[in-house]
């Protein structure tokens, strides 16, 4: 079975993830984010604008600028950042085929939805509900090991950097063993 998202969203939520581990105080330009994972910088600051927009980032400009998380990664969810991505449009349209051809369906039978379309609206709440359920602290926790000190070394190598976000600060970022 293939459910496929844009490969926007997987970068959108990384940077989001990365942006969790950096100080609240510091910004990371798009060009540093897309050096982090080696992504197109014009394509990938694109996509951060989008979440400026939907109110998960804020931006700034000058010599200290980029982007920061606009809240805590606590109250930033996965359905955040992939709705700002995506929108909020239902996954599954059901195109009502079964009132077409030479035997239509007509009548009140024809006005319940199906069950066709009854498992697919079923299915797409439990994915939109599990990914409410999860964080961006919730991804920093389940990171891997060593993914969060690999993370805050690039970070303390930035110009103007001030070290790595307390872990006081995110309380999920301990390195745990489970992987993401």
């Known amino acids: 079975m ?8 997987e970068w959108a939520l990384h940077c989001s993830w990365l942006l969790a581990l950096a100080r609240e105080d510091d910004a990371l330009p798009a060009r540093r984010l ?12 694109k996509l951060l604008k989008a979440l400026v927009r939907a109110g998960l980032l804020t931006a700034a400009s000058g010599p200290r600028g980029g982007f920061r998380l606009a809240r805590p990664p606590e109250e930033i969810t996965v359905a955040d950042v992939v709705e700002a991505m995506e ?6 349209h059901c195109m009502e085929i079964r009132q077409r051809g030479p ?14 379309a009854q498992v697919m609206h079923r299915a797409e709440r439990a994915w939109r509900q599990e990914l409410a359920a999860t964080t961006i602290a919730d991804l920093v926790e389940t990171s891997g090991i060593g993914a969060v000190t690999r993370v805050n ?3 303390a190598t930035l110009p103007g950097a001030t070290g790595p976000r307390s872990m006081a600060a995110v309380p999920a970022a301990r390195e745990t063993g489970r992987k993401a």
Request: hydrophobic share 50%; net charge positive.
């Open 153 to 155: 070394a690039w970070l």
């Open 2 to 9: 293939i459910m496929r998202l844009p490969e926007g969203v």
């Open 34 to 45: 897309a050096e982090f994972y080696g992504l197109p910088e014009a394509y990938l600051a």
């Open 87 to 92: 929108g909020r449009g239902a996954l599954f």
């Open 103 to 116: 035997v239509p369906l007509t009548g009140a039978a024809g006005r319940k939805p199906c069950g066709i």
